[in-house]
């Protein structure tokens, strides 16, 4: 079953890629890489000539030959042209074989997943737990938010981690101690940022700490897991398992988050 078409459009900011076999079955597939969209299509058009006339159940094959080709180059347009490609072709299998995807990777391991609520933002502390009050009534037992103010990088290091630690804790007062709360920083904070909030906040028992600084370096993002003593969750920005490797050696998360649609796709994940 050989790919015949390698097609490229958006769906406002983000890219999808439609893979069509000789048979005419379709899969479709998208890119996360939503900063520089048109980078990861243009890699996706550089695939294109090798892609056709694959075929398009050798997934693996497929997914190692992308991975290595043209020298190894690296990089998110890289790693979000390749996820694209990749859930198409396992969209295509699914269709081929009309069976969802995750009964072919061996089947269900649940019957249901806990949900947790993301969305509250404010520029107070009352703000956040105004908006853990609304999430509390609709049912949720745990949420996920940002404490900081939308000008936290006018703000200075004292102001900043003080305004954190009090939203943290007006989001803990307004849920009470049933109810799990994750942290999630966006890589705003510098190391030692990071690590003086994170001493702060303990008593609060966050759930997790995503992404306290941006993961340039897994050494320091090492550094950081081991003083701040919180449950330590990566993994957006990641790509390729043998990263995620480093950073389970390195980092020690508690929670690895691969965003599948940078990271490898369904085979790099």
């Keep these: 079953?050989?790919?015949?078409?390698?097609?490229?459009?958006?769906?406002?900011?983000?890219?999808?890629?439609?893979?069509?076999?000789?048979?005419?079955?379709?899969?479709?597939?998208?890119?996360?890489?939503w900063s520089y969209p048109k980078a990861a299509e243009a890699t996706i058009h550089g695939f294109r000539d090798e892609l056709i006339g694959m075929d398009a159940d050798n997934i693996e094959h497929i997914w190692s030959y992308l991975w290595r080709y043209n020298?190894?180059?690296?990089?998110?347009?890289?790693?979000?042209?390749?996820?694209?490609?990749?859930?198409?072709?396992?969209?295509?299998?699914?269709?081929?074989?009309?069976?969802?995807?995750?009964?072919?990777?061996?089947?269900?391991?649940?019957?249901k997943v806990r949900a947790i609520a993301q969305g509250i933002s404010g520029n107070s502390p009352d703000e956040f737990a105004k908006g853990a009050k609304k999430v509390l009534d609709e049912g949720f037992s745990a949420l996920k938010f940002t404490p900081m103010a939308k000008e936290w990088?006018?703000?200075?290091?004292?102001?900043?981690?003080?305004?954190?630690?009090?939203?943290?804790?007006?989001?803990?007062?307004?849920v009470?101690?049933?109810?799990d709360i994750g942290v999630e920083i966006h890589r705003n904070m510098q190391p030692h940022e990071a690590i003086a909030f994170c001493e702060e906040v303990a008593p609060l028992r966050p759930y997790f700490i995503e992404d306290p600084i941006v993961p340039d370096?897994?050494?320091?993002?090492?550094?950081?897991?081991?003083?701040?003593?919180?449950p330590l969750a990566v993994g957006e920005r990641n790509m390729g398992i043998w990263e995620f490797r480093e950073y389970a050696q390195i980092a020690k998360p508690a929670f690895f988050k691969p965003d599948i649609a940078v990271a490898g796709g369904i085979t790099g994940v």
């Design 1 to 33: 079953m050989k790919i015949e078409k390698v097609e490229t459009f958006f769906v406002s900011r983000f890219l999808v890629v439609k893979v069509t076999t000789e048979d005419g079955i379709e899969g479709i597939g998208e890119s996360c890489y």
């Design 71 to 111: 020298s190894a180059f690296r990089g998110n347009s890289i790693g979000g042209a390749i996820s694209a490609i990749d859930m198409a072709l396992w969209d295509i299998k699914g269709k081929r074989l009309q069976e969802p995807i995750w009964n072919l990777l061996g089947g269900k391991v649940r019957n």
């Design 153 to 174: 990088a006018q703000m200075n290091y004292t102001k900043m981690i003080g305004f954190a630690v009090e939203s943290v804790r007006a989001v803990r007062e307004t």
């Design 176 to 179: 009470g101690w049933e109810f």
């Design 217 to 230: 370096s897994v050494i320091a993002m090492g550094e950081v897991s081991k003083k701040m003593r919180l």
